[in-house]
């Protein structure tokens, strides 16, 4: 009898497999793990950037005012567009502020000059103060009027409730994250 030390090709071959399948299903669970920790972290910082972009909006609105040929305060009042008059800059002259939803991101447009005829026909600086904004059909600007009834006559606005819905991914977990805040217009107050 001959004393056989050793493995055959067939008993190799399947060992060999098996090590594959192996290293494989571990390599698909390391990156599904990379994966959803870059989600999270994609996720994370659009909510922080958000947040950043939601105190900006609240304080930048609050001081609402009349533009500098007179014209109300408030400009365009759509549920994700919104056009103000307001002195960001603490020149004296009131600047046209828009900010509205352009594919999935909101910008914000301000028009520094208002112009020898106070037109604010100048082109304006254009800036992305949020992205992954994921409102779909749902309104990013509401309208109310002193009452807290909701409006939509430019002229009985006296708060405005922003709404931002953040999600990088939205056919992947986490879910939607909701960031909201009302903004009280403090020049249009009537209890003055």
């Given amino acids: 009898m001959l004393n056989k030390k050793g493995f055959t090709l067939i008993e190799l071959l399947v060992s060999m497999s098996i090590m594959i399948i192996l290293v494989v299903m571990l390599g698909d669970f390391i990156k599904e793990g990379f994966r959803g920790s870059r989600y999270a972290s994609e996720q994370s910082d659009a909510i922080e950037q958000a947040r950043k972009a939601m105190n900006i909006m609240i304080k930048e609105i ?3 005012n009349s533009s500098e040929e007179g014209s109300y305060a408030l400009e365009t009042i759509d549920d994700d567009n919104f056009t103000y008059y307001a002195d960001l800059d ?3 002259d009131m600047d046209k502020i828009r900010y509205f939803l352009d594919t999935g991101n909101i910008i914000k447009k301000v028009v ?3 112009g020898i005829t106070g037109d604010y026909s100048t082109n304006g600086a254009t800036s992305t103060v949020s992205l992954y904004v994921n409102n779909q059909t749902e309104e990013i600007f509401s309208y109310y009027d002193s009452s807290y009834n909701i409006t939509d006559m430019v002229s009985d606005v006296r708060l ?3 709404i931002l819905k ?3 991914t939205p056919e992947i977990a986490p879910n939607d994250y909701y960031i909201e805040s009302d903004v009280h217009l403090r020049n249009l107050k009537d209890n003055l």
């Fill in 62 to 64: 609050r001081g609402a």
């Fill in 90 to 92: 603490n020149d004296g």
């Fill in 112 to 114: 520094w000059d208002p």
């Fill in 160 to 162: 405005i409730k922003i």
């Fill in 166 to 168: 953040i999600n990088v």
